[in-house]
């Protein structure tokens, strides 16, 4: 099935349906150009969100997906690609359930994620890098305080990742997942693919990384 399929219709069916609310009367509808979600912004006055909606199909009843998100150059568009992004949320409430109030995690991925705007290494990387921080340091280390050296322990782990040119993926083969994270029955004891793989063959795309990770210190 091509992506372009059910964002068509579903687009065709919110548009239809948001005519019959009475907030239709007050807020501008439009959808926006994209090919494989239900992208449409809503505005009044001054004010405006952007809402997003991705396909998926569930496997089972894990938390895992396959889903309509961008593919890279070479995958067709009828291909549906795996999406962990349920099991990572859940990772996270999880945490926010289990750390101190004053924990610094959210703080340090926000920090991280906004000096990494324009900087060539993806924010799947660096959330993965604070997954596996936050599952292996105690959160009682998360708080306030430990802002500075959490900071640094992140920007450490992300160092000796590239220069390893390995980062391994956090929910396949990670047996110390909250049991609460459903997952087929062979995730926990697969062998966890190496996100970093790609910078093993290509001597240039790892330069370019290192350079990057070296812009990031500097910012």
Request: with cysteine; proline share 5%; charged share 20%.
């Amino acid at each position: 099935l091509k992506k372009k399929k059910p964002s068509h219709w579903f687009c065709q069916c919110v548009r239809a349906a948001w005519l019959l609310l009475p907030q239709s009367q007050h807020w501008h509808f439009m959808l926006q150009p994209a090919s494989r979600c239900c992208k449409f912004q809503l505005s009044k006055d001054k004010e405006s969100c952007t809402i997003e909606v991705i396909f998926g199909v569930r496997q089972r009843d894990s938390d895992i997906f396959v889903g309509s998100q961008p593919a890279e150059a070479g995958i067709p568009s009828t291909a549906w690609l795996e999406t962990y992004a349920v099991a990572e949320a859940k990772f996270f409430r999880h945490v926010s359930r289990q750390a101190p109030k004053d924990s610094c995690h959210c703080r340090c991925l926000q920090l991280l994620l906004g000096i990494l705007r324009g900087v060539g290494i993806s924010s799947y990387a660096l959330n993965t890098v604070v997954m596996h921080l936050l599952n292996s340091v105690p959160l009682t280390r998360w708080r306030r305080r430990d802002f500075q050296h959490r900071l640094m322990d992140i920007l450490k782990y992300l160092h000796c990742s590239l220069e390893r040119k390995q980062l391994q993926h956090f929910v396949i083969g990670n047996e110390r997942l909250p049991t609460e994270i459903s997952l087929p029955s062979d995730f926990r004891v697969a062998e966890a693919p190496n996100l970093f793989q790609h910078l093993t063959s290509n001597p240039e795309a790892h330069r370019k990384a290192t350079n990057e990770y070296g812009r990031l210190l500097h910012r």
